[in-house]
């Protein structure tokens, strides 16, 4: 049974960093491409950002946090990570950790991990 | 590219036939997906390359279009559909929502 488990959410100020964590089992993670979607409270979902698997681990990023927010991925433990620096209040959200199906079609989700920033 | 979905709601009522639609700012082939989500949950994969039902997904859920013009059409609404509905195209990088569709009991 595929499953992704996030982790690292939690209450944090502006200006400052925190780390996400998405657990994953039962599939051969480093074959698949990964992604973080975020969704404020009560509105849509937004792409974040994205890394390929092991035949090409390129990654991608929404303009919104370009340059802010850094995708890795440890293989070997089958995590994936989302380093997020000079937090804003607009980046308060449910961040989703979701694996690809093909290209950038996301059939497997995580339950989601509150981020909030606020002084 | 932005996705344009409509309607933002939608009331209807336990068997009507109903669709959504979504529209592409540029042609995107058929590099669509459609998903739900019920409040309080990670979205649930429903269709994608615009047309292809994932596995498990009701039969009732059919997805149609290409370039521009997208469409998901639920044939006989059942209690457990109305909910939040989006679509996503993949065609290329900066991967977009649809701003949503809230389907509602009449």
């Known amino acids: 049974e595929v499953k992704l488990q996030e982790s690292g959410g939690g209450l944090v100020q502006p200006g400052g960093s925190l780390r996400l964590s998405c657990a994953t089992s039962?599939?051969?993670?480093?074959?698949?491409?990964m992604t973080w979607v975020r969704q404020a409270p009560g509105k849509g979902l937004e792409w974040v950002s994205s890394?390929?698997?092991?035949?090409?681990?390129?990654?991608h990023f929404a303009d919104s946090v370009k340059g802010r927010f850094i995708i890795s991925r440890d293989n070997s433990k089958g995590t994936l990570y989302l380093q997020m620096n000079s937090l804003r209040a607009e980046d308060t959200a449910v961040y989703y950790c979701?694996?690809?199906?093909?290209?950038?079609?996301?059939?497997?989700w995580g339950q989601g991990a509150l981020v909030t920033v606020s002084s | 590219i932005q996705l344009t979905q409509s309607p933002p709601s939608l009331s209807a009522s336990v068997g009507e036939r109903v669709t959504i639609t979504c529209r592409a700012s540029?042609?995107?082939?058929?590099?669509l997906a459609w998903y739900q989500q019920k409040s309080g949950k990670a979205p649930r994969l429903l269709i994608n390359?615009?047309?292809n039902l994932e596995s498990g997904v009701p039969s009732r859920f059919s997805g149609s279009g290409s370039g521009t013009d997208f469409s998901l059409t639920i044939s006989s609404l059942q209690p457990e559909d109305f909910t939040n509905y989006y679509c996503?195209?993949?065609?290329?990088?900066?991967?977009?929502f649809g701003q949503g569709t809230r389907l509602e009991i009449k």
């Open positions: 979701a694996r690809h199906m093909i290209r950038g079609v996301f059939n497997y």
């Open positions: 996503q195209q993949f065609n290329h990088y900066p991967v977009t």
């Open positions: 390359d615009a047309s």
């Open positions: 890394i390929g698997g092991v035949s090409g681990p390129s990654t």
């Open positions: 039962g599939f051969t993670f480093d074959v698949y491409a």
């Open positions: 540029q042609g995107i082939g058929s590099d």
